[in-house]
């Protein structure tokens, strides 16, 4: 999507969201996803990652995740 039609489509999810509708959506922009998600899944090759919000506080470790996740490594547990 072009930046124009790319907010177009975050405030119409917003929208929606606030109207108590559930949303699914799947994008390999972690940006956006974080941006618009309370909480994220992220697979790779079919198994699942991590599953958890997208908080701030909780925003290291899923980016963490997504990169080893698109690397192809095991990332390792959030203590180590």
Do not use: K, N
């Not at 990169?67 to 990332?75: K, N, S």
């Amino acid at each position: 999507l072009d930046v124009e039609a790319a907010a177009m489509l975050s405030g119409t999810l917003r929208q929606a969201h606030a109207r108590g509708t559930t949303l699914l959506m799947t994008t390999h922009d972690i940006g956006r996803g974080v941006e618009t998600c309370r909480r994220a899944i992220i697979l790779r090759r079919g198994r699942l990652v991590w599953d958890g919000p997208t908080a701030a506080a909780q925003r290291d470790e899923f980016e963490r995740r997504y990169f080893a996740a698109v690397q192809g490594t095991d990332a390792p547990p959030a203590d180590g």
